[in-house]
């Protein structure tokens, strides 16, 4: 429509936009018409919608984008909010033709009389205040817009109108629109509002930065109240649900805090997208869907932050963050004080900033960021006792103005600080490669990079399976007899077992797996040869390229992801096939077109295998008691599934910690370390940092799946007396002889033995 009037318009004109426009200012109003913007921005409107990254169930994982928005049709807007708003910003909406003379001529008595300035608004001219105009407040605007308004009531229909300005409006927190505001405070969709909730959404455009929930809650409660006031007057609610409503306890969503914590997913998703389609991808609504399952992530997440923070208790104190000055005495002004004194410093939904406000060895007392004060005392300052001695070191020091960290367990505080330690969990469909939980970090915000992905570590002894899978195709089965004794190589080098123990002799293969004998598995790996070796690994996913050519590939001392190895342990847990790990299911475009599409998971059959069946099924057996009765028992006993496998691994000074395992149709990876490696603790290993993480959340993961029995064996592969073996070795035959790396025979007893008929003892 051109910037000519229609006759409707004109008449709504007279009585209010010249009117106002007389009163407020002298300019002539007719200045207004000269240039008008198009009011097609409107007319034909395309919402800003952000990049948004899904779990496979739905959840929304992360908004990229410099405005939140969800876009919802006014038909799926609930009623109870429509009428909210209505209420407290245009009550004769239904009414008016774009402008209301009433509104205006109440300003125009305001103005006239020196009274409190009013906008006389309506839900249109804000929209198209928004939309078209700026928010400086002079005659020629308000002019503008009253014709703007006109015009956009004689092209779309109420509902239209109503349904842009409930998505466009800005509500504060980047939140724009009522269902990403929802979002933003309460993390609810419209539909799970309440009235109390839904009033306060209401009150906020007015003045989103004033009224902020976040910001200001009192100011927030405040305008509440008006629009409940507003909602009884119009009569869109009764006494009782007045009454109930303002009684309602409104609980804020803490801020950046997410429905699902996966930002290191998100943070993969987008570079994803950004790559294929450019920055656009940022305002044009493409939605992610990923293959994360909601509540594994939440596990994974909750599991990582649990077990870095039980190991970094039993780290060393290492002081408060800051110090701050608090002035003495106490009450109210003690209370802003130390209000105002940790402003600056970032606050965490699981490790909360405080202020100490008063420190002994027995009793500490402390302010949270939000006003809170706590009294800590027993095992809640374990953690910081050599903070809190009274000869503590300076930097050490725990007194009045220290700025900590404290954390939530049931209904206990502790002082504790920010961990050092890093972690990273991958749990993996095994049988078609999604990944259904990921977890990067401790904390994305202070280390995106993401260990799950990008950091090569040393396996240590979770590498092990994988060069006994090997060792399976040359002749070496689980009741093969291998010594447990001292072991020198050509070169030199001699390993050890961890913590000095070992047999004194020969042991069978299936028990050096359990007791993670690292001496039996460099003789294993020596009879098999590096090149064997690490020519098999690369069935499994593994870079040949970044393993040793020599025997201490034997002990784990290449360098994996957490990633890789999840892959290849699935491998293990399907059956022998190799699965490619997806982490981007589909992405589509604002109406829902799919623009892309991860390819189905492959077909497991025999042409695509990538270890013999006989092969899987002798190692998952292997691996079966490993978490039955070796160095990982703890995880059948804790979880009390017999279809448990898996490994530990620890490297020298226990720089990085490990547990691998898998139940058959899901694998998990979970790794500890430092950034820049160094030891996690003189008593720590796998068994004692990852596989508490990893039972945490398998614990969750499996709930509700039944117990997988042992499967039949497969075709090739016998029981003997004592162990399972490959048929072709049930009649006996040769074994060729045992050579370390230099082609020397080992010195000692043959404990790989030279007829198969001697591998097996009673």
């Known amino acids: 429509m051109s910037s000519k009037l ?95 003379p009433k509104g205006i001529a109440r300003a125009v008595v305001a103005a006239l009389t020196g009274g409190r300035r009013q906008g006389a608004s309506t839900i249109t001219q804000q929209l198209v205040r928004t939309m078209l105009l700026t928010h400086e407040f002079s005659i020629e605007r308000k002019t503008k817009e009253i014709l ?76 509440q109240r008006v629009v409940l006031q507003r909602m009884r007057t119009v009569g869109v609610i009764d006494d009782a649900q007045l009454a109930a409503a303002k009684a309602e306890k409104l609980v804020i969503r803490p801020r950046n805090q997410r429905s699902v914590e996966a930002p290191h997913v998100a943070e993969m998703a987008r570079r994803t997208v950004v790559e294929r389609f450019g920055t656009e991808a940022y305002s044009s609504g493409i939605r992610v869907y990923t293959a994360l399952r909601a509540e594994d992530q939440r596990a994974a997440h909750a599991a990582v ?5 039980a190991q970094d208790r039993r780290a060393p104190w290492r002081g408060p963050e800051a110090q701050e000055t608090l002035a003495a ?38 302010q949270l960021a939000t006003g809170e004060q706590l009294r800590i005392t027993g095992e809640g300052l374990r953690a910081a006792q050599a903070g809190l001695a009274a000869k503590a070191k300076e930097a050490l020091r725990i007194r009045r103005g220290s700025v900590v960290r404290v954390v939530q367990e049931g209904k206990t505080w502790r002082l504790t600080q920010w961990p050092e330690a890093e972690a990273a969990l991958v749990a993996m469909d095994t049988r078609t490669g999604r990944v259904r939980a990921l977890v990067g970090g401790f904390d994305f915000s202070r280390q995106p990079f993401n260990h799950a992905t990008q950091s090569w570590r040393q396996p240590g002894s979770a590498f092990k399976p994988l060069l006994y899978s090997a060792a399976l195709e040359e002749r070496v089965m689980p009741a093969t007899l291998v010594d447990d004794l001292p072991f020198t190589a050509a070169n030199g080098w001699s390993p050890n077992n961890s913590g000095g123990t070992m047999a004194g002799g020969p042991i069978s293969v299936r028990e050096a797996l359990a007791r993670s004998s690292n001496l039996v598995s460099v003789r294993v790996l020596q009879h098999t040869g590096t090149h064997r070796a690490r020519d098999w690994v690369t069935r499994f996913g593994i870079d040949a390229s970044r393993q040793p050519d020599n025997l201490t ?18 491998t293990f847990a399907n059956g022998g096939w190799l699965v490619d790990p997806v982490v981007v299911e589909k992405i589509t475009d604002a109406q829902g077109k799919v623009l892309f599409e991860a390819p189905p998971p492959p077909a497991l059959n025999e042409e695509t295998r990538a270890i013999p069946a006989r092969n899987a099924f002798v190692m998952n057996s292997l691996l079966a008691d490993v978490t039955r009765v070796g160095t990982a028992a703890r995880v059948q006993a804790t979880l009390q599934r017999p279809d448990l496998h898996g490994k530990t691994g620890t490297t020298n000074d226990v720089v990085d910690a490990w547990f ?59 029981r003997s007396e004592t162990d399972w073996l490959y048929a072709e070795w049930q009649q006996g035959g040769a074994v060729a002889d045992i050579t370390d ?14 007829h198969l008929k001697d591998w097996f003892r009673p």
């Not at 009033?199 to 100011?219: C, E, H, S, T």
């Not at 009450?331 to 209000?339: D, F, I, K, N, T």
């Open 329 to 366: 005495g106490g009450g109210a002004e003690l209370e802003r004080a130390a209000a105002e004194a940790l402003k600056d410093h970032r606050d965490d939904e699981v490790l909360r900033v405080a202020i100490v406000l008063s420190a002994s060895t027995r009793e500490a007392r402390v």
């Open 660 to 718: 691998a395992g898998y139940q058959p149709s899901l694998a998990t990876v979970v790794w500890m370390g430092y950034d820049k490696p160094r030891s996690l603790g003189d008593h720590e290993s796998g068994g004692r940092l990852a596989m508490p993480i990893w039972l945490d959340y398998m614990g969750t993961a499996l709930k509700g799946v039944p117990v997988v029995p042992e499967p039949a064996p497969p075709a090739g592969v016998v």
């Open 741 to 754: 790396a230099g082609g020397t025979q080992y010195a000692g007893p043959p404990t790989l033995l030279e």
């Open 6 to 100: 229609s006759r409707r318009a004109l008449l709504a004109l007279l009585p209010a936009g010249w009117a106002a426009g007389m009163a407020l200012s002298p300019a002539p109003a007719h200045a207004a018409l000269v240039d008008l913007p198009p009011i097609d921005r409107i007319v034909h409107y395309t919402p800003k919608l952000p990049l948004q990254v899904l779990t496979a169930d739905g959840e929304e994982i992360a908004q990229f984008g410099t405005e939140r928005r969800i876009y919802v049709p006014l038909t799926r807007i609930p009623q109870r909010l429509q009428d909210a708003v209505l209420a407290v910003e245009d009550a004769r909406f239904r009414e008016h033709s774009g402008v209301d």
């Open 305 to 309: 932050q649990r077990g870095v923070l």
């Open 148 to 223: 703007l308004a006109l015009q956009v009531e004689d092209e779309l229909s109420k509902d239209r109108i109503l349904e842009i300005y409930l998505n466009e409006i800005f509500l504060g927190q980047r939140a724009y629109g009522f269902a990403a505001a929802a979002q933003t405070y309460f993390g609810k969709s419209l539909d799970q509002l309440s009235l109390a909730e839904t009033a306060l959404l209401a009150g906020l455009p007015q003045n989103p930065y004033y009224a902020n929930p976040v910001a200001n809650f009192d100011r927030a409660v405040a305008r």
């Open 553 to 570: 590939l034997a002990l784990g001392t290449g360098l994996v992801t957490p990633m890789q190895l999840t892959r290849a342990y699935a």
